[in-house]
């Protein structure tokens, strides 16, 4: 089992590195560097060519400064846990030809991950005692997911969304209210300030399954920013309504999920668990059933450590990726059982 871990992230707009040191059961994160990319902000979403050049350019300087954070030189890691996917293609090669070059000159081990397997993985860094079964709410830019999670590596998906992720809803909403880029932080701060009277949207499929969609929360809004007559006096309410919807759809389906598998744990995770509303809901929601795992939010967001910690996960059960290892945008969850009809994914909870 490899002791020491360089884990590497660019799948999107951040260029991170980390590195993982100690035993089998709990490794330490011993260093951590995440580089977010600021050309982006002009363009109000990440342009995908510029993030591939900036990746190119700072990757080196990162990786060397997560190890020199953790005292430690190049020839003491043991084995480079990479994303592979799923993420824009152009910035996701950057990351693998990388660590591919790392591996194969240093004769080390390699091992590719799937970034939302990172972002499961992401509380696990900071709570040693978190092992499944749990039910996994992953709310990213890209992605929302809410799986049964019965063993680390074995995923039944209960639902994702039909339409926008979570997190893009979060940022197209920001963009409607004239807010920059990312949006998810914006909308929760002007929330913070709104009152939750004021503006009323629709909560899509709520009351039904394990599915979710939320483009047509995004129209809603689109419809009262245009028959506002005062958006600056509107903006923190319209933030404070989008947010109060989403949080109640994605905590609402959470809650059933956990009633219906009777587990004990649920865990949040990406880039909008960063959001401390989401979190707190959560909590109050489940007080009794289940208690909520979430990772701080810098471990939330994208970043290297939640990939190593990953593949450590997996170097730990002898995986390893050889040198044909490519990246792949469409990188599908490995050990994903999907399920049409979201009731059979559940195990009676009897069974177990
Ligand atoms: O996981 P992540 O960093 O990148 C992807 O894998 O996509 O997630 C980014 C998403 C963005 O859509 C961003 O707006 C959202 O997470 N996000 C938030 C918050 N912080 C980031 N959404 C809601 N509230 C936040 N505080
Ligand atoms: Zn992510």
């Known amino acids: ?28 994160l011993a260093g951590l560097v995440i580089l977010s990319q600021d050309v982006h902000k002009v363009f109000g979403g990440v342009v995908p060519e510029l993030a591939s050049r900036a990746h190119l350019s700072a990757l080196p300087a990162v990786v060397d400064r997560a190890l020199a954070e953790a005292g430690l030189a190049w020839s003491a890691v ?35 991950v799937h970034h939302m397997e990172g972002h499961l993985f992401a509380p696990a860094l900071e ?36 339409d926008d992720a979570a997190g893009e809803a979060f940022d197209k909403v ?10 998810g932080p914006a909308i929760e701060r002007f929330a913070a300030q709104g009152d939750p009277g004021r503006f009323s949207f629709p909560r899509p499929m709520r009351d039904e399954g ?52 009777g587990y004990r744990t649920a865990v949040l995770g990406g880039g909008v668990a960063c959001n401390r509303t989401l979190a707190q809901l959560a909590a109050q929601r489940l007080s009794g059933l289940a208690r909520v795992a979430v990772a701080s939010p810098r471990l939330n967001a994208d970043n290297a450590a ?25 990188l599908p969850l490995p050990g994903l059982e999907s399920a049409h009809n979201p009731q059979s994914a559940i195990r009676d909870p009897q069974s177990r």
């Open 78 to 112: 043991d084995a480079v846990a990479v994303t592979q996917g799923p993420g824009l293609v152009g910035a996701l090669l950057v990351g693998v030809v990388y660590a591919k070059a790392l591996a194969y000159a240093g004769d080390r081990e390699l091992i590719g």
């Open 306 to 330: 939640m990939i190593a910690r990953a593949g450590w996960h997996r170097l730990g059960l002898g995986e390893r990726s050889d040198w044909t290892l490519d990246a792949r945008a469409d």
């Open 210 to 261: 394990y599915e979710f969609s939320f483009s047509g929360l995004k129209t809603a809004v689109l419809r009262a920013v245009r028959a506002s007559d005062n958006l600056e006096r509107d903006r923190p309410h319209l933030a404070r309504a989008f947010q109060d919807a989403v949080l109640d759809v994605l905590v609402t389906k959470l809650e059933r999920a956990v009633r219906a598998t």
């Open 1 to 28: 089992m490899a002791e020491v871990v360089l884990g590497i992230e660019t799948s999107c707009d951040e260029t991170s590195a980390a590195v993982l040191v100690g035993e089998r059961r709990h490794p330490e």
């Open 127 to 162: 709570d040693p005692d978190l092992a499944p079964p749990f039910v996994a709410l992953l709310v990213s830019g890209g992605h929302t997911l809410l799986l049964d999670v019965p063993a680390w590596g074995r995923y039944r998906l209960l639902g994702a969304t039909r």
């Open 174 to 183: 920001a963009t409607l209210l004239g807010l920059g880029y990312p949006g």
